[in-house]
């Protein structure tokens, strides 16, 4: 068994487009089923967090975004046995045409924070975020890679 198997890394997206509109996916299964969410999904081995979240916006929505900075950290523990963690990410949206992935959601939409404070299925992570003033972000910096003992072949800061 591996040593970081029950440490999980997930990212979300915080879509927000010219209009102030956020784009929201319903899953079709797990804890938010049939709740208004943010498109979010887990990291895979080979990628860094702010490509994680812009391939699972892309896959269950079809939008295409530019990664603009992280904006939250949500961390917890289930069962005294899974440390539970996920980035939030504020994205922009690149295109407008929404196609979701139906194997996943039963529902992907662009809503006004109007609809979606009002919306009993909004998760409560969006009626949090919903209600902030501003998002304070932390964007990527051009960081020197610290050299090849590490064998990085990705690097990335977040400041």
Not at 27 to 56: C, H, I, M, Q
Not at 139 to 150: C, D, L, R, S, Y
Request: proline share 3%; aromatic share 10%; glycine share 8%.
């Amino acid at each position: 068994m591996g040593k970081r198997e029950n440490v999980w890394l997930a990212v979300a997206g915080i879509v927000v487009a010219d209009d102030g509109k956020w784009l929201v996916v319903k899953k079709r299964y797990g804890g938010l089923k049939g709740k208004w969410s943010f498109p979010a999904g887990f990291v895979e081995a080979n990628e860094t967090v702010d490509e994680a979240v812009a391939r699972e916006i892309l896959e269950e929505t079809g939008i295409s975004v530019k990664v603009e900075g992280l904006v939250g950290v949500r961390s917890g523990v289930i069962k005294e046995t899974i440390s539970d963690n996920m980035l939030l990410f504020l994205c922009t949206p690149l295109n407008s045409e929404v196609v979701y992935q139906e194997s996943e959601l039963s529902d992907a939409a662009f809503k006004s924070l109007e609809e979606l404070e009002s919306d009993p299925d909004s998760s409560l992570l969006i009626h949090y975020c919903s209600k902030l003033t501003n998002l304070s972000m932390l964007k990527e910096t051009n960081a020197m890679n610290p050299g090849h003992v590490f064998n990085y072949s990705a690097y990335k800061l977040f400041f």
